[in-house]
């Protein structure tokens, strides 16, 4: 089988010590439950002109480069936010006690870990 590249823009949303992420329901296929950061295009988001990070991952043949954009939490992305079931906030400091998937886990610990990031809730 031929390797397959994808690229995925997903979001970095914080907002008072809290990060956005998507649960997964019931009714997913894979990753029933689990936390992940959503893309862009399901918060009708925009990419900046630099992502914050860049990451990249394999699921079977195809390997993805995901790129995470910072993205504030301004009165439009509020109104997408509260109209979807599977986006929720969740506490920085509770991150380590929620079931993230395993590249997610590793990309916001090194987010998070970068000595040049501004301290919790001031970030956009």
């Known amino acids: 089988k031929s390797r397959q590249q ?7 949303v914080m907002q008072s010590g809290q990060l956005l992420l998507r649960r997964y329901g019931a009714s997913a296929r894979r990753l029933k439950g689990i936390l992940e950061l959503p893309t862009l ?8 002109k630099q992502p914050a990070m860049i990451a990249k991952r394999t ?3 195809v390997t993805y480069t ?3 954009w910072l993205v504030k939490a301004e009165a439009t992305l509020r109104r997408t936010i ?16 929620q079931a993230l998937s395993g590249p997610h886990r590793q ?13 919790r809730g001031k970030r956009p």
């Open 82 to 97: 509260k109209a979807d079931d599977e986006l929720c906030w969740i506490a920085v400091d509770e991150l380590k006690n």
């Open 107 to 119: 990309w916001l610990e090194r987010w998070l870990n970068q000595n040049d990031q501004p301290k």
């Open 6 to 12: 994808q690229k995925v823009d997903r979001a970095l």
């Open 66 to 68: 995901e790129s995470l």
């Open 41 to 48: 295009a399901s918060l009708k988001a925009k990419a900046g």
């Open 59 to 61: 699921i079977g043949t």
